[in-house]
């Protein structure tokens, strides 16, 4: 039996929040990159804004609180069966997010949250999802500009 091909993509929000030189992280409990480290994020909901989603997705999933001020990337995220079979098809949209409040503690459909040091992911000691440390570089980057 053969799983039906996705009618479009799904567009989902990340929140990157960036303090302190560490990046805030979820490790999945969820498909796609089940077990794996990245940003908080999920699906945008019918008549949201992309900054008031990640704003949501992020709370739901660490209980941070930050403000979303701009969207900085978007990604392919594909997810295929065991046979290579497209799935679903995810356009990631990445918002920089400035933290205002709270530690993270994992909630909805993260197994664990955690501020991680940048330079954690450039050695490969975390699973991470594809892209994660190159966005995390990127939104560091971009939080250090005034």
Known sequence: MSTPSPQRPIAATIAAVVRDGRVLLVRRANPPDQGRWA????????????????????????????????????????????????????????????????????????????????EALDDHSLATSFGVAELARRAAALSATP
């Open 39 to 118: 940003f908080p994020g999920g699906k945008i909901d019918a008549g949201e804004s992309l900054h008031a989603a990640a704003a949501r997705e992020l709370l739901e999933e660490t209980g941070v609180r930050a403000e979303p001020l701009r969207v900085f990337d978007a990604v392919d995220v594909y997810d295929r069966d065991d046979t290579g079979a497209l799935r679903r098809h995810f356009i990631l949209i990445a918002v920089l997010c400035r933290w205002q409040s709270g530690e993270p503690v994992a909630g909805d459909d993260a197994a664990e949250a955690r501020w991680v040091p940048l």
